[in-house]
């Protein structure tokens, strides 16, 4: 079911936990769908030099977060910023189809814990105009065309 | 590693003298049942036998056996005689039925056909007097599942065919999980007519059969050649079928033994399970399936929980919302009334007649360990 990649990441996730007084934290998904992403930040220098992730969610979510976090540790939050769901997707190696919403999941909790940070240090980022955290992620409906 | 399988309600591994039958069958018995010739007739007395054997089983007349390629076909059939031999435009059946029965019941929904989806209780049960309220003039059809198939209880199929007797209702049940673990006796049954499938009862994939009740008015599903009577065109499998047979033999033969070895299989399993904090059992603790354990772990999510058990040479199932295929944890899970955030840790464990108690150990010793990493790592998890 799961590319190589994916199963190392989740059997062995790379930066679990959460960071104590974080500069800026971020949580996306929700219950019903069971998924749920929490990731927070340390900014120093408008670098992020640490991130954490926490997931409550199948395989590929935890693996999504985890290779989220080992991207962007040690970017400038400019640079982090351009992290998109398909670079999540790249680096795993691919999803299973109806998967594909957990790499948007690690792709928005990133911005969430960016705009957190922003709100919370009076920055702003142009490109977080428009996001909502609190939007519901796009979950593929399964149709098949033969 | 061992690999210890815990996914008999998935399917079972096929039993060496079920594979013995099978390899015969397709060596030596290929002979089309429908020819003349001896070839021919000796895999049609084949047939037969096996039919004789289920039948056997159930406590019914091999005329009232009838194979399918599958229980889900059994079931489509079912619905489908009740549909076009009797008057009316209404059926009943529950929220937690298999998906054969409820993408059958939608699909006629679009038809014209109304159809009652009867709630169910905490464990699984539909309320009798409800049932009998729903019941209308031009009811055709009430079919509620023997056993269900995820959190494994017993539905009083007995009470539910008295009440659709009194009506005059046809009675159908999904018996898939029940067939080699409930003991039956369809001469004594108020059930019309049972849907069953081989690869439950360590026979192979790709054979089921319908048990019809003598008297009731039967339609072919399937049109075509005039195989089991006209009732269900194709070929037959045969050497499914011989092996369907010698499956269903085994069965009756060990089957008190099979009740008791696993009962007490699934309470060791559970006893120890139960011991992990924060978890919840499903389903009725007594009136259930022999081998069926099925737990809810909050905090946690069902598909992480089955690639760890995985890792460790464990295979199970769970209801969560990724192993289902949908947006919502299994329609199961939520019909007995769990909130989604309990019901995506859900953990299906069934156990066969190749589970052994170190099995069972070995998953009571190493569940605890698989249920901490994944809580540790859980947003949801409450902070010390």
Redesign the interface.
């Known amino acids: 079911m799961y590319s190589k990649k994916v199963?190392d990441h989740?059997?062995n996730?790379r930066n679990?936990g959460e960071i104590e007084n974080a500069d800026g934290v971020g949580?996306v998904g929700n219950?019903?769908?069971?998924?749920?992403?929490?990731i927070s930040i340390r900014v120093h220098d408008d670098v992020i030099d640490d991130i954490k992730f926490?997931?409550?969610?199948?395989?590929s979510?935890?693996a999504s977060s985890s290779i989220a976090t080992e991207m962007i540790k040690g970017k400038t939050i400019e640079e982090a910023l351009k992290l998109t769901n398909k670079d999540v997707l790249d680096e795993l190696g691919g999803l299973p189809t109806?998967?594909v919403h957990c790499s948007v999941l690690a792709e928005q909790a990133l911005k969430a814990a960016v705009l957190d940070y922003a709100n919370k240090h009076g920055k702003h980022y142009k490109e977080l105009e428009g996001f909502s955290p609190d939007e519901d992620h796009p979950?593929d409906e399964?149709e098949l065309e033969a | 590693m061992k690999p210890i399988y815990m996914d008999y309600s998935a399917t079972t591994p096929i039993k060496p003298e079920v594979l013995q039958v099978m390899e015969e069958a397709l060596r030596e018995v290929y002979g089309n049942p429908s020819s003349v010739y001896e070839l021919g007739q000796t895999s049609k007395r084949r047939v037969e036998e096996a039919r004789e054997q289920l039948a056997s089983l159930l406590g019914a007349k091999s005329r009232e056996v009838f194979f399918t390629s599958s229980g889900t076909e059994a079931d489509n059939w079912a619905v489908h005689i009740a549909k076009k031999t009797k008057p009316g435009k209404h059926m009943i059946t529950c929220t937690i039925e298999h998906h054969a029965i409820l993408h059958t019941m939608e699909a006629a929904e679009k038809e014209g056909y109304e159809v009652t989806y009867l709630p169910v209780d905490k464990y699984g049960f539909i309320d009798l007097e409800e049932l009998e309220s729903a019941i209308r003039e031009d009811t055709i059809l009430i079919s509620i599942m023997y056993v269900n198939n995820e959190i494994g209880t017993i539905m009083p199929v007995e009470e539910i065919g008295a009440i659709a007797k009194k009506h005059g209702v046809l009675f159908h049940t999904d018996g898939v999980q029940a067939l080699g673990n409930v003991p039956l006796d369809m001469s004594k049954s108020n059930i019309d007519m049972m849907s069953m499938s081989a690869h439950k009862i360590y026979g192979p994939k790709g054979v089921g059969a319908l048990y019809i009740r003598q008297g009731t008015r039967v339609v072919p599903l399937l049109q075509g050649g005039a195989q089991e009577r006209r009732m269900r065109a194709g070929t037959e499998n045969v050497p499914g079928i011989m092996a369907f047979g010698e499956a269903a033999r085994l069965s009756k033969l060990h089957l008190k033994e099979h009740v008791e070895r696993l009962t007490k299989l699934r309470e060791r399993l559970k006893k120890g399970l139960m011991q992990i904090p924060e978890s919840f059992f499903n389903g009725h603790p007594e009136k259930r399936h022999p081998g069926n354990v099925n737990i809810c772990f909050k905090?946690?999510?069902?598909?992480?929980m089955l690639?760890?058990l995985d890792?460790i040479g464990v295979s199970a199932s769970s209801g969560?919302?990724?192993t289902s295929?949908s947006?919502?944890?299994s329609h199961v899970l939520m019909g007995i009334g769990l909130p989604?955030?309990i019901a995506?840790g859900s953990l299906r464990l069934t156990l066969g007649d190749f589970t052994t108690e170190e099995d069972v150990d070995y998953v009571i010793e190493h569940l605890p360990e698989i249920i901490n990493r994944l809580r540790?790592?859980?947003?949801?998890t409450p902070r010390e």
């Open positions: 199963m989740f059997m996730p679990v949580e219950i019903r769908c069971g998924d749920i992403m929490r926490k997931t409550f969610g199948c395989g979510a935890v109806i998967k979950h399964h | 905090y946690i999510e069902g598909e992480s690639l760890l890792a969560s919302a990724c295929g947006l919502d944890p989604h955030e995506h540790e790592m859980s947003p949801l």
